[in-house]
């Protein structure tokens, strides 16, 4: 199973995207394609869907040696056994968490992800413990219309303050790849770029080469 220093593409299988497909054949996909490490996000999905869909991906993530990460749901994680759990700032810090170590029941080796969205956010959150933080949206997005773009110098803020894995998310595609690189990210999120190219493995592969 890759570590999270290793990851340099990850990618999303998002319910909003998924056009009719079934999310085990996206999540092959992506594996197919060389992501490092793969999200499940299901917004709009009751708990008990986002288990179902984690048992049907989980294998596939598995036996490719991929992280699966599911957002939200620390129970659902838990319980499949995955590698990681995504949490925003306000499902942590406003749940009354301080560190990661309050999540853990003492048998679970899930680790965390947080979100981020400016500096201080990320010092605080990296007090916490988590096996990476996301910093971002880097672009306007529409997978988070109301969220205001933190622009290339919060990527360039992280370049040369955070010492442990973070990824660059938002609104990330071919055109300002570059960009997001050359402004010190070495890992990157990409969601409706890969999910809704006509071509998902293909995708990933122009990602993966042109970060690596």
């Not at 085990?24 to 708990?47: H, P, T, Y």
């Not at 129970?75 to 301080?98: K, M, N, P, R, W």
Request: charged share 20%; aromatic share 6%.
């Amino acid at each position: 199973m890759k570590s999270l220093s290793d990851c340099r593409l990850y990618t999303f299988v998002d319910t909003a995207y998924l056009h009719g497909r079934k999310p085990e054949v996206v999540a092959q996909q992506l594996c197919d394609g060389g992501s490092d490490i793969i999200q499940l996000r299901a917004k709009n999905s009751a708990e008990n869907e986002v288990r179902r869909m984690a048992e049907a991906i989980l294998p596939i993530t598995r036996r490719a040696g991929v992280p699966l990460v599911i957002n939200d749901f620390l129970s659902v994680a838990i319980e499949v056994g995955a590698e990681v759990c995504h949490l925003g700032q306000e499902d942590f810090f406003d749940g009354g968490y301080t560190h990661v170590s309050q999540l853990k029941d003492g048998k679970s080796n899930v680790e965390i992800g947080l979100s981020t969205h400016a500096p201080a956010q990320a010092e605080r959150a990296i007090a916490a413990g988590p096996g990476y933080i996301a910093i971002g949206p880097i672009y306007a997005t529409g997978t988070k219309p109301t969220a205001k773009p933190v622009t290339l110098d919060y990527v360039r803020w992280a370049a040369a303050n955070v010492k442990i894995p973070w990824f660059a998310i938002g609104g990330i595609n071919l055109t300002n790849l570059d960009q997001v690189l050359a402004a010190g990210a070495q890992r990157i999120c990409v969601v409706s770029a890969i999910l809704n190219a006509p071509d998902i493995a293909k995708a990933c592969g122009e990602f993966k080469a042109r970060i690596t």
